[in-house]
């Protein structure tokens, strides 16, 4: 059985940080394009970043230069930090993993595996 499993949420003052992870299990997606998407309440699920298994990395301009997504194969283990947390960044962050190895696409609906998500909340 295929399994994503965040962890890392919490609740952190504005300006602070995070990492986040997400752990694979029942298959391995060290060839896979891994994302990170948030959901924010009455908000559609936007993407954060994803990373290929070459280690090219894209993000979404609300994030850049302050998220960074990272993946350690060896551990079936994809990372974000946050860093610099803002009050808009609250949402419930979702690990996801695409069938496909050669693009990181930005659209939620491209990736077939989904974790159950973490909330992080940036407090004022």
């Known amino acids: 059985q295929v399994q994503l499993v965040e962890s890392g949420g919490g609740l952190v003052q504005a300006g602070g940080s995070l990492r986040l992870s997400c752990a694979t299990s029942?298959?391995?997606?060290?060839?896979?394009?891994m994302g990170w998407f948030r959901q924010a309440p009455g908000k559609e699920r936007e993407f954060v970043a994803g990373?290929?298994?070459?280690?090219?990395?894209r993000y979404a301009d609300s994030v850049k230069g302050r998220f960074t997504i990272s993946r350690e194969n060896a551990k079936n283990t994809v990372y974000l930090q946050m860093n610099s947390l803002n009050v808009e960044d609250t949402a419930v962050y979702y690990c996801?993993?695409?069938?496909?190895?050669?693009?990181?696409?930005?659209?939620?609906?491209?990736?077939?595996?989904w974790g159950q998500g973490t909330q992080v909340t940036v407090s004022s």
């Open positions: 996801a993993a695409d069938q496909t190895p050669y693009q990181i696409r930005t659209r939620a609906n491209g990736y077939e595996y």
């Open positions: 029942g298959r391995t997606f060290s060839s896979n394009t």
């Open positions: 990373i290929m298994n070459a280690g090219i990395t």
